[in-house]
């Protein structure tokens, strides 16, 4: 049953489950992408703020080595998108995961001219359907209980609002994903598979530091709170990430920075910088140096769910068996119903 709920996920990937390993800064490295493409998933590379020559070091690497189809994460609003952007045209990476804001018609135009497909992420109906129409290939419907840089609204009510709305193009679900359990749902609710981030970090070949490991096998679900904005002068892009003193300096950075405003001290520019810079130093520092206290630790609700690190293998095996056995079970509970 499984199979047939996957065809267009499947399809549309180019691989053996519709399950991809959301691109993750300074997580989704060479040898987490191997793995997941290795195991039958859809990796996604995480281009971050790389510097353009690395990246394009790293997706040589991917190109020649990658058996499967794989997807390049670009964050639209990272200081070397554009030259990142054009690094990735030039290159036979099959796939681009736009991310951080929404792009621009003539960036999915660009990709899909250079033979790529794209996806974006949808944060409510409307920027489905602007999406659509500047020719996006695949949405990806991300909840707020996910992991990393969020939007507002919880997967329960974006599930309403552009699953059941929009059929176009295939649809993957992703936040709080933790089961097979709930992949079979969600794919009976039409998603055309799922994107899971918190569990590919709590994998084997995961090469994040030994510690911030461990931070997630303790954490509760609780504990993965996103941060606040406290004045609309200093928009703050929400983040998940597990507490700790990292967040709470966040929450200080941000008062202080409003003071600086306040005081004509600071530009607004320089200080939406330093909002936006935090994480990305902080979340290298807690995923490289294992600095668990200070650094950033970005995890979706669904780390509280996850008790175990894993092989990539059994991760992605047990994902599709549990789903085949939820179905099955549906299957039965539905052929018990007597219709009136
Ligand atoms: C440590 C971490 C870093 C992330 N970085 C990115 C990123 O750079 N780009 C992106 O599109 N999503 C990023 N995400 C989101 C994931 O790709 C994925 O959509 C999300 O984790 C799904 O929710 P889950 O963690 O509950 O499975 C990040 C998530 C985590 C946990």
């Not at 190109?63 to 036979?92: C, D, G, M």
């Not at 998940?240 to 200080?252: L, P, S």
């Amino acid at each position: 049953m499984f199979d047939a709920l996957a065809a267009r996920g499947r399809e549309f990937l180019g691989v053996r489950y519709p399950i991809i390993s959301g691109g993750m800064t300074w997580v989704s490295n060479f040898a987490l992408v191997k793995a997941v493409s290795d195991c039958g998933g859809f990796p996604v590379f995480a281009g971050g703020n790389m510097p353009p020559a690395l990246l394009e070091t790293e997706v040589d690497r991917l190109v020649a080595e990658l058996k499967h189809p794989f997807a390049v994460n670009l964050i639209t609003i990272a200081p070397n998108f554009r030259a990142q952007y054009e690094v990735l045209q030039s290159k036979k990476v099959p796939f681009v995961v736009f991310a951080g804001s929404f792009p621009r018609k003539s960036d999915v135009q660009g990709m899909k001219q250079a033979g790529k497909r794209c996806m974006a992420f949808a944060s409510e109906g409307s920027i489905a359907e602007q999406q659509i129409r500047f020719g996006i290939d695949a949405l990806i419907l991300e909840g707020s209980e996910a992991g990393g840089h969020i939007g507002h609204v919880s997967l329960m009510v974006l599930l309403q609002q552009v699953l059941f709305a929009y059929d176009a193009v295939p649809i993957f679900v992703a936040g709080g994903i933790a089961t097979g359990r709930m992949m079979a749902h969600l794919m009976l609710m039409g998603a055309a598979g799922v994107q899971l981030g918190t569990r590919f970090v709590m994998s084997e070949e995961c090469t994040a530091h030994p510690k911030f490991k461990e931070a997630f096998l303790h954490a509760h679900a609780r504990q993965a709170i996103s941060t606040p904005q406290y004045d609309s002068k200093l928009p703050v892009v929400a983040v998940r990430a597990i507490k700790n003193g990292g967040m709470e300096a966040f929450g200080k950075l941000q008062l202080e920075l409003l003071k600086q405003l306040e005081a004509g001290e600071i530009t607004r520019e320089a200080a939406q910088y330093e909002v936006e810079h935090f994480w990305v130093g902080s979340l290298r520092k807690a995923v490289e140096e294992g600095d668990v206290e200070g650094g950033s630790l970005m995890a979706g609700q669904s780390v509280g769910l996850l008790h175990d690190i894993l092989p990539m293998q059994q991760i992605l095996d047990t994902l599709v068996a549990d789903a085949e056995a939820e179905l099955q079970r549906v299957a039965g509970r539905m052929g018990t119903l007597n219709p009136v």
